[in-house]
C-alpha cells in the first residue's frame, strides 16, 4: 500500500532526530510578574495605550454612561453596537443602540459608527487589551467592523506582564482569542505610519476603577 | 522542491547596487527599524533570559516535532478543525486548491503568508481558475506591481508613494482623485479591500505559532487584514510549516514578547489573532490547517543546520546586516531573503541550487546577537560554504589550487621556493605599495581586496642570517 503523506513526513521527521541530543531544559528566568504597586501598573497601562494613539479615560462605575455618552458625541457615533450580554447601565440613554441579539449581519455592522465592548484582560507592560470572547465582549466581527472601538477596562483586569495575561487566558485558551494593542496601523508605503486601515481607526478606552 | 539554480548572490546584488532609490529606501527602512528595536528591547531587563528560552523551546520542539505533530493535530480535529499534511509545495497547492474548489468559491482573501508565497500558491489557484487577492498593504501593492518581496516585513519598501499612486490609479481606484500622501493611498486600499473582505466566502493565511496541547493557531499583524480574513469567511484554510509548533499555550508568554520586539520594534503589534478550529457563532465554519514539510525535514537532519528551524520570521537580522542594507531582498533570489535566507534557502531547495548564498556574509555576527531565538547564523553560513566547497569536482581550479597550496605549505622547502617565486613574479602587479589586481583567475579575489606584497626578506631569512652573524 502506498505511504500516506503524514507517514512519510513523520518518519523523515523520525530519521532526521534519531540521532540528534536531547537538548538541555528550558531556563525560566525571565519575569513573570511585575511586583509594583498597582497604582504604577495602571499608569504604565495609560501611558502605553496613548503612545499608540487610543484615545484614554478614567472614570467610576457610576459616570461611565456618562463617558460613553460623550466619547460618542465627541466621535459623531449615533448608533451604537453592543454585544448581547452588555450590561444595559454601561449604555447611556441618549444612543440608539445596536444590540447582538439576533446575530447582527455584516452589513448591518459595517454601517454602523460605533461598538461597546468590554474585555478579559489588558496588559500594562505593552497597553495591550484582550478580548476572548467571554462576557460583555461579543463575537469577534462586533469589535472588527466598526469603524470606532469603545473598550470598558476595568482597573482590576489589568496585569503587569505578558506572562501574567497568558496564564490568566490559559484556561480559555480555545476560545476566540484577539489581542489589540492600539487602532490598527500600516507603515508599508516608504515607513510612514497610517493609524486606521482596515481594523476600527479610532480606539477609545474606557479606564474604570471604584474610587 | 525547486530544482531549478537560483541566480548567483554577487550579480544579482550589483544590479540591486546600482538602484539609488532601492538603496535610499533600504537605507531608511533598516536603520529606523533598527533603531526602534533596540529601543523597545533595552526596556525589557530579562530580554536575554526571554531569548534563552525561546531558543530552548525550539530546540526540545525539533528534537520531538513528530510527536507534537500529532498532539496538534488531534487538538485541531478535536475543535472541529481537519488537519492535512503535505510532503512538498505541489502537494500543498493541490490541497489547498481541492479545498477551495469544493466551496464553489472562485476568489480567495489572503493575509501576508511567507510560506505561501514559497509554495507559490497564487500561481497554482490562478492555473485552476481562482483568484488570490492580498489583503495586506504591501502585499497587495507588489501583487498589482507583478513584482515580489523586497523586505519580509515590509515587501514593498523597494517602491515610492508616487509610484504606489500611480500603480493605485491604474488599478483599484480607477478615476479617483488620489494624491501621493500615505494616509489617501492606505484609505484607496481600504475602500477596494473592504468589499473583499464583506463578501469574501474563503480566506487562506500563514500561521505565527501553533499550540500543540491546544489546537490554538497564533497570526500576528498591524493593519486589521489578518483579522477580517480570519474572521468573516465562511472557510478558513491555513497552511504552516512544520517547525511553527509550540509545545503549551504558556509558551506565547515568551514568544508574544519576542516577535514584535524584533519584528515591527513595537511592544505589542497592533492585532494578534488566536483560534482553535471552529467556534459556533464566531467566525468560519470551516477550519483546514496544512502542515508542509518542502525540504525542512532535510533541515531538521543536519546537526548544525537544524537551529535554522528555530526561526519565527522576524526579520530582525535583514535590519542588522551591512550586506542586505545595502542589497535588499530581490538578490537572494528566494521569498527568504537576509541572512536566515543566506542559510535557510540553501537548505530548503539544496545547496547546489543556491551555493552562492552562503557567502553573502561579512561573517560580522550581528544577526546572531539579535536573533530572537539565537539562531547561530555565521556558524550555519560557514557550515553550508563548507558543503559547497566539498561539492566542487576534484578538478575544479580551486579545488586545484588549493591542494597544490596544501602540498607548498606543508614543507618548508617547498613552502620557500614558492616564496621565491612570488617575489620575482610580484613585481608587476604592484602599484603604490600594494598588490591591487591580480591576473587571470586570481583577479576576482583581488577586485575587492588589496593585497600587501611579499616582503624582500622573510623572518626565516633575516633569522638566518643572525645566526650567521652577518648583522649584529
Known amino acids: 500500500m502506498k505511504k500516506s503523506a503524514k507517514d512519510v513526513m513523520l518518519a523523515r521527521i523520525r530519521a532526521a532526530t534519531a540521532n540528534a541530543p536531547e537538548p538541555p531544559p528550558v531556563p525560566y528566568d525571565f519575569r513573570e510578574r511585575d511586583e509594583r504597586d498597582r497604582a504604577a501598573i495602571l499608569e504604565d497601562f495609560i501611558e502605553r495605550l496613548v503612545d499608540y494613539k487610543a484615545i484614554v479615560t478614567r472614570t467610576e462605575d457610576a459616570s461611565l454612561p456618562q463617558a460613553v455618552m460623550d466619547a460618542c458625541q465627541q466621535q459623531g457615533i449615533i448608533q451604537l453596537v453592543v454585544p448581547a450580554d452588555l450590561p444595559s447601565r454601561w449604555i447611556p440613554s441618549g444612543i440608539k443602540v445596536l444590540r447582538d441579539d439576533p446575530p447582527l449581519t455584516i452589513a448591518q455592522l459595517d454601517e454602523s459608527s460605533g461598538v461597546l465592548t468590554g474585555c478579559a484582560i489588558a ?11 467571554g462576557a460583555t465582549q461579543g463575537r469577534r466581527a462586533l469589535s472588527l467592523i466598526p469603524d470606532r472601538h469603545l473598550c470598558v477596562v476595568r482597573a482590576e483586569q489589568v496585569v503587569g506582564l505578558v506572562p501574567e495575561a497568558i496564564a490568566r487566558l490559559v484556561e480559555r485558551a480555545t476560545h476566540p482569542i484577539t489581542l489589540i494593542s492600539g487602532p490598527s496601523a500600516t507603515s508599508d508605503i516608504e515607513l510612514s505610519r497610517v493609524e486606521g486601515v482596515h481594523g476600527p481607526r479610532t480606539l477609545y478606552v474606557f479606564v474604570v476603577s471604584d474610587r | 522542491m525547486a530544482s531549478k539554480a537560483l541566480p548567483m548572490f554577487p550579480q544579482a546584488a550589483k544590479t540591486a547596487l546600482s538602484n539609488s532609490q532601492l538603496r535610499r529606501n533600504l537605507g531608511k527602512a533598516t536603520t529606523t527599524i533598527r533603531a526602534k528595536r533596540a529601543a523597545v528591547v533595552s526596556e525589557l531587563p530579562d530580554w536575554e533570559a526571554l531569548r534563552s528560552a525561546g531558543s530552548s523551546i525550539k530546540a526540545r520542539t525539533m528534537r520531538h516535532l513528530d510527536e507534537y505533530l500529532l498532539q496538534l493535530e488531534t487538538a485541531v480535529q478535536h475543535a472541529g478543525g481537519q488537519v492535512h499534511w503535505a510532503r512538498d509545495a505541489a502537494e500543498a497547492n493541490r490541497i489547498i486548491t481541492e479545498l477551495v474548489q469544493a466551496t464553489g468559491a472562485d476568489q480567495v482573501v489572503k493575509v501576508k503568508s511567507l510560506t505561501t508565497d514559497e509554495i507559490h500558491l497564487n500561481k497554482a489557484l490562478a492555473a485552476a481558475g481562482i483568484r488570490a487577492i492580498e489583503t495586506d498593504l504591501a502585499e497587495l501593492i507588489i501583487q498589482l506591481a507583478g513584482e515580489t518581496s523586497s523586505h519580509i516585513l515590509v515587501p514593498a519598501i523597494h517602491k515610492n508613494r508616487s509610484e504606489i499612486r500611480d500603480l493605485f490609479r491604474h488599478t483599484i481606484a480607477r478615476g479617483q482623485d488620489l494624491t501621493d500622501d500615505p494616509q489617501q493611498l492606505a484609505a484607496a486600499a481600504r475602500r477596494y479591500l473592504r468589499e473583499q473582505f464583506l463578501s469574501a466566502q474563503v480566506a487562506v493565511s500563514g500561521a505565527n505559532f501553533a499550540i500543540a496541547e491546544t489546537g490554538t493557531i497564533c497570526v500576528a499583524e498591524s493593519e486589521g487584514n489578518g483579522r477580517m480574513c480570519l474572521t468573516l469567511p465562511r472557510t478558513l484554510i491555513t497552511v504552516m510549516g512544520i517547525e511553527k509548533v509550540l509545545p503549551t499555550f504558556q509558551d506565547l508568554a515568551i514568544f508574544l514578547q519576542l516577535l514584535p520586539r524584533s519584528s515591527t520594534g513595537e511592544r505589542m503589534n497592533p492585532y494578534t489573532s488566536l483560534w482553535t478550529g471552529v467556534t459556533q457563532g464566531d467566525g468560519p465554519q470551516t477550519f483546514h490547517l496544512v502542515l508542509l514539510d518542502n525540504g525542512r525535514t532535510n533541515v531538521l537532519a543536519d546537526d548544525v543546520g537544524r537551529q535554522t528551524l528555530h526561526c519565527i520570521r522576524c526579520s530582525a537580522c535583514l535590519n542588522i546586516c551591512p550586506v542586505y542594507s545595502r542589497t535588499g531582498g530581490h538578490a ?17 531547495v539544496g545547496v547546489k541550487q543556491a551555493k552562492s548564498l552562503p557567502y553573502a556574509s561579512t561573517l560580522c555576527g550581528a544577526c546572531y546577537e539579535v536573533c530572537p531565538v539565537k539562531i547561530n547564523i555565521p556558524e550555519v553560513l560557514l557550515h553550508l560554504r563548507g558543503k559547497v566547497t566539498r561539492l566542487a569536482s576534484p578538478l575544479d581550479p580551486e579545488a586545484l589550487a588549493m591542494r597544490e597550496l596544501a602540498r607548498i605549505f606543508a614543507s618548508p622547502k617547498r613552502y620557500e621556493q614558492a616564496q621565491q ?9 604592484i602599484h603604490g605599495g600594494v598588490i591591487d589586481h591580480l591576473p587571470g583567475m586570481l583577479a576576482g579575489w583581488s577586485t575587492a581586496r588589496d593585497l600587501a606584497p611579499i616582503p624582500r626578506q622573510s623572518f626565516r631569512d633575516w633569522w638566518r642570517e643572525r645566526q650567521r652573524g652577518d648583522q649584529i
Open chain 1, 123 to 133: 496588559i500594562a507592560q505593552t497597553g495591550t487589551i484582550i478580548l476572548d470572547g
Open chain 2, 332 to 348: 537572494y533570489g528566494s521569498v527568504y531573503p537576509g541572512p536566515i535566507g543566506a542559510i535557510l534557502t540553501p537548505q530548503l
Open chain 2, 421 to 429: 617565486l612570488a617575489r620575482s613574479g610580484q613585481r608587476l602587479f
